[in-house]
């Protein structure tokens, strides 16, 4: 009785484990990220990738995520916020990934709201896409946010750390 | 069935005080279950109908999200100017990236981005995704970088909670966002395209009329405000700026006023439940040199605004 307890404990523990552990891979989940060299936006950065790419997890820390990509030789750290467990398909327009979908396992890029309704709402002139794609293309290189931080004496490399 | 009903009633109603609470449906009822003894099956039972109801808003991407904030963005700037000076606009989206940074969520589809608006009123827009507006008549108010960081935080605090997409009406949200998931991946068709769009149209009404109209509720805005004070304190910005900024407000706000009066709670409420969470917690020192570059330059680039 003693030992199937002791199974039983044992048993707990390791699925507690594999809970708490992370997904072996994740995607990219915004239009575009960096890889850098250390967890923190003052991190050098290595290397970008896009909306839907696969990553391999190594380890998380205070909301940074140690990744590499296959096929890039590309080691290095992700923001959480940029990642989802998700698999993102693009929709390419293969119908398997349709089918995924539903499964909720699966964001399908290109669902709903896009950027085909987009171009169908600026036919309406009531609203201003000109100066919201202005605003969007305002670079803010990391560079001048690192000067910015440093003559502030700010801390500022907190990283979405919770 | 009846009991479930009865038993899904009383978990709703030990789920609310949770929701209030700032947990979201889904983990609220599972509290409520665990506390009101409802049986396995049955708590299982109200999670999934939970789910059926809470999906939506939580179903919206970020890509989604992208799309209806871009639409919600160019609804506003059409008919308001933005301010053409280019210092300005520089010095604000640093300081809304050094932010933004070290916000909860940091990065978001398209990024977050700053713009003034060429207006004497006191006012300020998130839009979802994180294209934000505020006012020159808002940066007006402000004498120092700290108190344009807690404006900034704030704005920043709608977008990190996603506030924005919580006013969407649900209905809509069935309809577009799940209604549609496995057609969508390929390209509409006319009919389809037509009522899609309406749809996003509708959204994205709702967004901006909570955000020129009616406001958020109160515990919307006390929970931006929450987040902005540890935005602040994060970057190393004394968090009572944004209490300061709000006193400011207070004086210069005309009672029955159109803008930020008429869609934000008084200030009053905000400065004491901002009072209460600083109490006991001592505020980052800046060195003199740090904060006389932190004023020099807010003075270059807002100081004649």
């Known amino acids: ?162 | 069935m009846k009991a479930v009903k009865r038993a899904a009633l009383a978990v709703l109603a030990v789920a609310l005080p949770f929701m209030a609470a700032g947990l979201d449906f889904g983990s609220a009822l599972k509290e409520a279950a665990g506390k009101a003894g409802v049986k396995a099956s049955d708590a299982q039972a109200i999670e999934q109908a939970a789910q059926a109801v809470a999906k939506s808003a939580e179903d919206i991407t970020p890509e989604q999200e992208y799309y209806l904030g871009r639409a919600v963005a160019a609804k506003l700037l059409s008919g308001r100017k933005s301010y053409e000076n280019q210092a300005a606009a520089k010095y604000i989206n640093l300081l809304g990236r050094a932010l933004s940074n070290c916000c909860e969520r940091p990065e978001t589809f398209g990024g977050y981005h700053f713009l003034i608006l060429d207006s004497d009123e006191i006012n300020a827009f998130a839009a979802p995704g994180g294209l934000i507006l505020v006012t020159r008549g808002l940066l007006r108010c402000a004498s120092s970088e700290e108190a344009v960081a807690a404006i900034l935080a704030h704005e920043i605090g709608h977008v990190a909670r996603q506030h924005g997409l919580k006013a969407i009406k649900k209905d809509r949200l069935t309809k577009a966002v799940i209604g549609v998931g496995t057609a969508a991946a390929q390209v509409l068709g006319p009919e389809e395209l037509k009522e899609q769009t309406a749809t996003f149209k509708d959204s994205v009404g709702d967004i901006t009329s909570t955000l020129v109209n009616s406001g958020y509720s109160r515990d919307l805005e006390l929970e931006a405000d929450k987040a902005a004070l540890e935005n602040l304190r994060a970057l190393g910005y004394d968090p009572a700026a944004l209490a300061d900024m709000l006193r400011v407000m207070q004086k210069k706000l005309k009672p029955g006023g159109l803008d930020f009066a008429k869609t934000h709670p008084d200030p009053k409420v905000r400065i004491s439940a901002i009072e209460k969470q600083l109490k006991g917690k001592a505020p980052p020192q800046a060195k003199p040199e740090a904060a006389a570059a932190r004023q020099a330059r807010f003075k270059a680039a807002l100081g004649s605004i």
């Open chain 1, 1 to 162: 009785m003693r030992r199937i307890g002791l199974l039983c404990a044992a048993l707990l523990a390791l699925s507690a484990a594999a809970a708490a552990e992370q997904p072996k891979s994740m995607s990219v989940n915004v239009k575009e990220t960096q890889v850098r060299a250390t967890p923190g936006y003052l991190g050098k950065v290595l290397g970008t990738l896009a909306y839907g790419d696969r990553v391999q997890v190594a380890q998380t820390q205070q909301g940074w995520v140690k990744v590499s990509v296959a096929g890039k030789g590309l080691a290095g750290w992700i923001n959480e916020s940029a990642l989802t467990a998700k698999k993102v398909v693009l929709s390419s327009g293969s119908s398997s990934a349709s089918q995924e979908a539903s499964s909720g396992e699966v964001a399908l890029a290109g669902k709903g709201f896009n950027s085909q309704i987009e171009s169908e709402n600026r036919k309406d002139d009531s609203f201003d896409y000109a100066t919201v794609d202005r605003m969007e293309r305002a670079v803010v290189a990391p560079e001048a946010v690192a000067a910015f931080l440093k003559d502030g004496a700010l801390a500022g490399d907190a990283g979405g750390g919770k």
